[in-house]
């Protein structure tokens, strides 16, 4: 069973930091792709920032240069290093893994909210 498991939201006053992770269980790190999503209130689900496993980063706009994802493959776990919260970032964060090529699968996470304070 593959199952991911987001940890390190809560609350934050605007101007502070979270490190997110999540941890990856039946499945390997490695070889696949990851991506941190939100969705906040009234909003479509949007990508934040995604993670080849060659290693390329891509960053949504919004959170480019504030927001670092990385990963460890030793310990299947991604991160989302956020810094600089601005309460347009309040959204829950899911974590993706995904494969592009044959056979192509996509495993979300359960979520983990993320509030920032004005």
């Known amino acids: 069973q593959v199952q991911l498991l987001e940890s390190g939201g809560g609350l934050v006053q605007a101007g502070g930091s979270l490190r997110l992770s999540c941890a990856a269980s039946g499945i390997r790190f490695s070889g696949n792709a990851m991506g941190w999503y939100r969705q906040a209130p009234g909003k479509q689900r949007e990508m934040v920032a995604t993670l080849t496993s060659g290693g390329t980063a891509r960053y949504a706009d919004s959170v480019e240069d504030r927001f670092t994802i990385t990963g460890d493959n030793t310990k299947n776990t991604v991160y989302l290093q956020m810094n600089s919260l601005k309460p347009e970032d309040t959204a829950i964060y899911y974590c993706?893994?995904?494969?592009?090529?044959?056979?192509?699968?996509?495993?979300w996470g359960q979520g983990t909210q993320v509030t920032v304070s004005s």
């Open positions: 993706k893994i995904f494969r592009g090529m044959t056979p192509t699968y996509t495993y």
